[in-house]
C-alpha cells in the first residue's frame, strides 16, 4: 500500500519568507511526527500529534514553527520568517497509534529537502 | 536529557564480511530498541528492533542484542552486500520520541 508521502521533496526560498511542509500519512494511522535531520545528523523530534491535537511540540525550535493537523489525517509544517539555520530535511513519520505498552513502529516519508538562501 | 550515541561513524568492509555497530544511551526508562537505515534520498527505514525483555532478536543476516544494565544495545549484519551500503541510526525510546543517535555510515567494498 501507499507509505509515507511529503510534497514538495525540495523546498528553497529566500530567508525572511514563509513556507508550508505537507505530509499524508498512511492511511488510518493515527499518531503522526514531524523530525528534523540537519546535514550529517540523525532525525530530531519536533512535534508529535494523536489524531487532530498537538500532543507533544516540545521539540520545535522557537515560536516560528507551527503545525496543524486539522482532520486529523494531513498535516502542515509551517515556518515563518525563515533563517538560513533552517536549511535541513523535515522529515514526516506516522503510526497507527501510541500508548503505555505500545510499541508502534514509526514510518517514514522521503521528508521535504528546505534550502534557505 | 537523554543522551545516545553510536559507534563507529564510519566502517568499512569488505563484501561478506561482518559488521557491529554499538549504540549506548542514557534514559534507563527506555523500553525499546531499534535500528533504523537510511538510504540516499530516502527516510529511515526500520530493519529491526527489539523490546526490553529480550536480549537477542535475529533477522536472517541482522540481528541485535541489548545489554540493559550497561545501557546498549548493537546491531549485527553478517555475509554483507553492497546493498548494505548506507547510514545506520539507533533510535532507542521509552514512548513514542525516538531519540536518534548521529548514525553510522556503512560502506561495504565489492
Known amino acids: 500500500g501507499a507509505g509515507v508521502s511529503q510534497t514538495p521533496s525540495n523546498k528553497v526560498t529566500e530567508k525572511g519568507k514563509y513556507v508550508e511542509l505537507r505530509c499524508d500519512p498512511i492511511?488510518?494511522?493515527?499518531?503522526l511526527y514531524w523530525y528534523r535531520q540537519s546535514l550529517g545528523q540523525g532525525p530530531e523530534f519536533l512535534i508529535y500529534?494523536?489524531?487532530?491535537?498537538?500532543?507533544?511540540d516540545s521539540g520545535l525550535p522557537n515560536d516560528r514553527f507551527f503545525a496543524v493537523r486539522p482532520e486529523g489525517s494531513v498535516s502542515t509544517l509551517k515556518i515563518q520568517r525563515t533563517e538560513r539555520g533552517d536549511s535541513a530535511v523535515y522529515l514526516c513519520?506516522?503510526?497507527?497509534?501510541?500508548?503505555?505498552?505500545?510499541?508502534?513502529?514509526?514510518?517514514f516519508g522521503p521528508g521535504t529537502r528546505l534550502t534557505v538562501l | 536529557g537523554e543522551n545516545v550515541e553510536q559507534h563507529p561513524s564510519t566502517l568499512s568492509v569488505q563484501e561478506g564480511d561482518s559488521a557491529v555497530i554499538k549504540c549506548t544511551y542514557s534514559?534507563?526508562?527506555?523500553?525499546?530498541f531499534p535500528w533504523y537505515k537510511q538510504e540516499l534520498g530516502k527516510g529511515p527505514q526500520l530493519i529491526i528492533d527489539?523490546?526490553?525483555?529480550?536480549g537477542e532478536k535475529k533477522d536472517q543476516r541482522i540481528a541485535v542484542t541489548l545489554n540493559k544494565t550497561a545501557k546498549h544495545f548493537s546491531l549485527h549484519i553478517t555475509e554483507t552486500q553492497p546493498e548494505d551500503s548506507a547510514v545506520y541510526f539507533c533510535?532507542?525510546?521509552?514512548?513514542?520520541?525516538?531519540?536518534f543517535g548521529s548514525g553510522t555510515r556503512l560502506l561495504v567494498r565489492p
Open positions: 513519520a506516522s503510526s497507527l497509534g501510541v500508548g503505555k505498552t505500545s510499541y508502534n513502529e514509526q514510518f
Open positions: 492511511s488510518g494511522h493515527t499518531a
Open positions: 500529534f494523536q489524531g487532530t491535537g498537538a500532543a507533544d
Open positions: 534514559d534507563s526508562a527506555s523500553n525499546y
Open positions: 527489539i523490546r526490553s525483555n529480550v
Open positions: 533510535a532507542p525510546r521509552r514512548s513514542y520520541k525516538l531519540i
